[in-house]
């Protein structure tokens, strides 16, 4: 009985070092070199489009209503949209997204929106998003 306190903190450190070695240190590695990856394609995306900034995301649920843009989507196209930038690159994921982006065209053409260089990207899709992001 002595030594069972002894006993039992050996034990327990060895169970943390076990626990440490085998469960910690490989997920620490799996995460550092995920960090890596991410952080690699940014610079790849960044450096390929010269992109100003990160994405910014538009809620779908209040921009577009039956497929068309609602008022409040007007609104937010004009104070948003900046026109100072060489281009902008338009993301739009939707079921019907091919009706979204002609309203879109359709409202930008109407308003004079003109940018250098337009990309749009477009995907037939179940999760809807619109995002834009401005080039230098």
């Known amino acids: 009985m002595k030594y069972l306190g002894w006993l039992l903190t050996i034990l327990l450190v060895a169970g943390i070092y076990y626990t440490y070695r085998t469960r910690y240190l490989p997920l620490r590695e799996d995460i550092k070199d995920l960090q890596e990856e991410i952080s690699m394609w940014e610079n790849v995306l960044k450096g390929e489009k010269g992109v100003k900034g990160e994405r910014q995301r538009f809620a779908t649920d209040r921009f577009f209503a039956d497929n068309q843009l ?6 937010e196209i004009l104070r948003k949209f900046d026109m100072r930038n060489k281009g902008i690159e338009i993301y739009i994921t939707a079921p019907r997204a091919f009706v979204r982006t002609a309203d879109l065209l359709k409202f930008l053409a109407e ?11 477009v995907a037939i899709d179940s999760v809807e998003r619109f995002e834009y992001k401005f080039i230098n």
């Open 70 to 75: 609602t008022p409040f989507a007007e609104v």
């Open 111 to 121: 308003q004079h929106i003109k940018y250098r260089s337009l990309s749009l990207y």
